[in-house]
């Protein structure tokens, strides 16, 4: 008799199993996969490659929400000569802008030559090869960051064999126990007869307003045979961070037609050095001159121009180890932020929201004069915060 329940009790076990698996499906729960809202916070589900990338990259799940993500405004300066476009004059590659003395101060490459650049093989003492060739460093201030007033020169070309003797470009600024420091590219030979091997000349003053004095000593050489950075110390940008002087800078490595730009750091604890290289440079694997700035407690870097992730804003907690926290557009060639913490060791970067960049006009293929223009952007904690202005 009992072998004729087996069946009957095989059944009901079988369907308390399904009851039980039903019931153990439904506290599973099974995920209705990525929910309509997109969470702000990572969700505990199972993520495809790119969403994980969404959530561990970028400062914000859109860019609406990324503090680091930002398009750019441009308006032209006031008060700064812009009749000539023969390509005789060009002013570029503006410095970070400062506020001392109750007003802001820029310093940028200034030409003023017989003709447009005509090539490093036509280059001669007076006919520049590009539009960084025969130049100046010059300056020029504002009370409201529109309208400027041209000052003159800063710091001339010294005299040969100084180093900068045959130009003095693409300077940055640097404020440091109440003296003030104008780093600079400093070109042994016209740019293009690789006298792109400039490396990095500085000169100091008291006052914004100068004299400067040329240190006439390189503070940043050339790297070694075969190193990336032999060719050429561009760019350079120092900030004051950890104590002591972070200056970017950034580098032509490979051969003529098939450059790759990179960016690397020198540290220092004293502005006439001696500066030394990290060991792992460069540290930014792309982008074209250098703009950074500090951002909470790391240092944020407009990538701009070159390489795998031009167009990109990135951020480092160190200061050295680089990630991608957005990507944008249209961003400020050779830009110079104002940035109310620049040198003030901040462990509390408040970022940028405007500042001097240039825009290149370009005969052909030639580049042969540049004019500084004013951008805006909201890359800082508090955009409302009066210090940002
Ligand atoms: C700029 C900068 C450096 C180069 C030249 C002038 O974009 O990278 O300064 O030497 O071009």
Redesign the pocket.
């Known amino acids: 008799m009992k072998y004729l329940l087996i069946p009957f009790i095989a059944f009901f076990v079988s369907c308390g199993s399904k009851v039980e698996s039903q019931q153990e499906k439904s506290e599973e729960k099974p995920s209705k996969g990525f929910p309509m809202v997109m969470p702000h916070e990572k969700p505990n589900i199972k993520l495809s490659h790119a969403l994980e990338r969404n959530y561990d990259a970028y400062m914000g799940v859109q860019p609406k929400y990324n503090e680091l993500y930002s398009q750019f405004k441009y308006t032209p300066l006031k008060g700064l000569d812009y009749s000539n476009h023969d390509g005789t004059i060009t002013r570029?590659?503006p410095s970070k802008v400062i506020f001392e003395n109750g007003k802001y101060y820029v310093w940028y490459?200034y030409r003023h030559t017989k003709t447009p650049p005509q090539g490093a093989d036509k280059s001669t003492e007076e006919i520049p090869s590009?539009?960084?060739d025969l130049c100046d460093i010059w300056y020029a201030t504002s009370t409201d960051g529109f309208t400027w007033e041209e000052q003159g020169v800063a710091v001339p070309r010294p005299e040969k064999p100084n180093v900068g003797w045959r130009s003095v470009?693409?300077t940055d600024i640097l404020k440091w126990k109440g003296k003030y420091y104008l780093y600079y590219?400093g070109?042994m030979e016209a740019?293009g007869k690789r006298g792109?091997d400039?490396p990095v000349a500085v000169s100091y003053s008291d006052s914004p307003d100068g004299p400067w004095t040329p240190y006439n000593k390189i503070v940043i050489p050339n790297g070694g045979e075969g190193q990336w950075d032999q060719f050429?110390i561009?760019?350079p940008y120092p900030l004051v961070y950890k104590g002591k002087i972070y200056l970017y800078y950034?580098s032509?490595s490979g051969k003529k037609g098939d450059w790759v730009?990179m960016q690397g750091l020198a540290t220092a604890d004293n502005p006439l050095g001696p500066f030394t290289k990290y060991a792992q440079n460069p540290v930014i694997n792309s982008g074209?001159?250098t703009t950074l700035f500090p951002f909470k407690e790391g240092i944020a870097a407009l990538v701009i121009?070159d390489g795998n992730e031009h167009n990109t804003v990135q951020y480092a907690k160190d200061g050295i180890n680089f990630d991608i926290a957005s990507i944008t557009e249209l961003m400020p060639?050779?830009g110079g932020p104002f940035i109310p913490d620049a040198f003030t060791d901040t462990k509390d970067g408040r970022g940028i929201t405007w500042g001097i960049s240039h825009f290149t006009s370009v005969n052909g293929w030639k580049?042969n004069h540049s004019i500084l223009t004013r951008f805006d952007c909201d890359l800082s904690q508090d955009l409302n915060d009066p210090a940002m202005k």
Do not use: I, L, M, P
């Open positions: 570029r590659d490459t590009s539009d960084w470009s693409t590219q070109f740019s792109d400039c050429s561009h760019d950034k032509d730009r074209h001159e121009r060639n050779a580049t």
